[in-house]
């Protein structure tokens, strides 16, 4: 089993900034994907980016967030981060992570029908 534990959001006026953390533990001492995803009210979840949590991998980036959003992984095992920068008040949404270890190598996908272990999500708002 693996737990996700996210934090960081809160209320945020327009143009600003925020940074989100995922704390994944249990059984993870193999490689897997980690992602975040965000769900707006009255929309589907939709993925924001993911990566291999071994290796020197990259991130793959939805369109709808590339320049705005970036995701990196911290010193820490296990732990993933979200930079939000220049956040509108459509970014309002419950942002999660999410992880997965099937073997998708450093292909990583997007779209969250493909994991499988999610935190409770952490929930920002952004005011104009």
């Known amino acids: 089993q693996v737990q996700l534990v996210e934090s960081g959001g809160g209320s945020v006026q327009a143009g600003g900034s925020r940074r989100l953390s995922c704390v994944a533990s249990?059984?993870?001492?193999?490689?897997?994907?980690m992602g975040w995803f965000r769900q707006a009210p009255g929309k589907e979840r939709e993925g924001i980016g993911a990566?291999?949590?071994?290796?020197?991998?990259?991130?793959h980036y939805a369109d709808s967030v590339r320049g705005r959003f970036t995701i990196s992984k911290g010193d820490a095992k296990n732990t993933l981060y979200l930079q939000l920068n220049g956040l509108k008040p459509e970014d309002t949404a419950m942002y999660s992570c999410a992880a997965d270890f099937r073997p998708w190598g450093m292909s990583c996908p997007i779209s969250p029908v493909h994991y499988n272990y999610w935190g409770q999500g952490t929930q920002v708002t952004v005011s104009s």
């Open positions: 990566i291999y949590t071994g290796g020197r991998s990259s991130v």
């Open positions: 249990g059984d993870t001492s193999s490689h897997y994907c």
